[in-house]
């Protein structure tokens, strides 16, 4: 597995800090309010132990950034849950304790690993992020250019926070149409999203081809900006 960047390491580690505050935050409110149930306090523990898991993980480089979004996700899901379960037995008070001190306002906020949008460095190179699945170790691109050949295409340049980047430079002077491949072996397959109506906006903007049953393939049209997907999705973000 692949080191988690500075950066991934860095933001993870000042979430699970917020995170923390808040559950002091909540030990307050529960102390002040003099009473507590059992289901509150096994929920505490709980958020507490996950907090300490996904710390040594992150310390130990023994997750990948995928992991952590999700950890993340669950951690913060929980703390407003059982925030909103705290502001409950106390009336409403605490929610106006102060402020901070909440879960709610946990200090860590959604923690980012992958790129929302792409960053566009202003030169007239094309530069493709895709967020991968953990334990990825190695991207292509595969497509009409390089045969379909799942080990034919370029190799993607590993980010380290859980996403890889082709670039192109110059880039294409044509439209582009392809799929991501992992290790050299397998394509992804969005047949089954195609046919969710999940790439209805790729299909109605032209970057999208499938007859919604044997193939599915993306498509970057000529001049449209670098863009930022994640494997196995017919999510985009673009700038033009």
Same mark, same amino acid.
């Not at 699970?16 to 505050?21: A, M, N, S, T, V």
């Given at each position: 597995m692949a080191a988690l960047n500075a950066t991934v390491s860095a933001q993870t580690?000042?979430?699970?800090?917020?995170?923390?505050?808040?559950? %002091?935050?909540?030990? %307050?409110? @529960?102390? +002040? @309010?003099?009473?507590t149930s059992q289901d509150i306090y096994l929920n505490l523990l709980g958020i507490m132990e996950q907090i300490s898991a996904l710390a040594e993980q992150v310390a130990s480089n023994s997750a990948c950034a995928s992991d952590i979004r999700e950890a993340i996700a669950a951690i913060e899901d929980a703390l407003n849950k059982?925030? %909103?379960? #705290? @502001?409950?037995?106390?009336? $409403?008070? +605490?929610?106006?304790?102060? $402020?901070g001190s909440h879960a709610h306002h946990s200090g860590g906020g959604s923690l980012d690993l992958f790129p929302s949008e792409p960053t566009d460095? $202003? *030169? *007239?190179?094309?530069?493709?992020?895709?967020? #991968?699945?953990?334990?990825?170790?190695?991207?292509?691109?595969s497509g009409p250019w390089w045969g379909w050949d799942p080990s034919g295409g370029p190799v993607?340049? *590993?980010?380290g926070d859980g996403t890889f980047t082709f670039t192109f430079d110059p880039a294409p002077t044509e439209n582009m149409e392809y799929l991501y491949t992992l290790d050299g072996v397998s394509y992804e397959n969005l047949v089954d999203n195609a046919q969710n109506a999940e790439c209805t906006d790729r299909v109605d903007g032209g970057r999208f081809n499938t007859d919604y049953f044997s193939y599915a393939n993306r498509i970057w049209i000529l001049d449209s900006g670098d863009q930022a997907e994640t494997y196995d999705s017919c999510s985009i973000d673009t700038i033009d």
């Open positions: 580690t000042a979430t699970l800090e917020g995170f923390q505050k808040a559950v %002091e935050g909540i030990i %307050e409110q @529960l102390t +002040a @309010l003099g009473t059982l925030n %909103e379960n #705290v @502001l409950h037995h106390s009336g $409403g008070g +605490a929610h106006h304790s102060g $402020g460095n $202003g *030169d *007239d190179a094309l530069n493709l992020t895709v967020a #991968v699945p953990c334990g990825t170790t190695m991207v292509r691109l993607g340049v *590993d980010n």
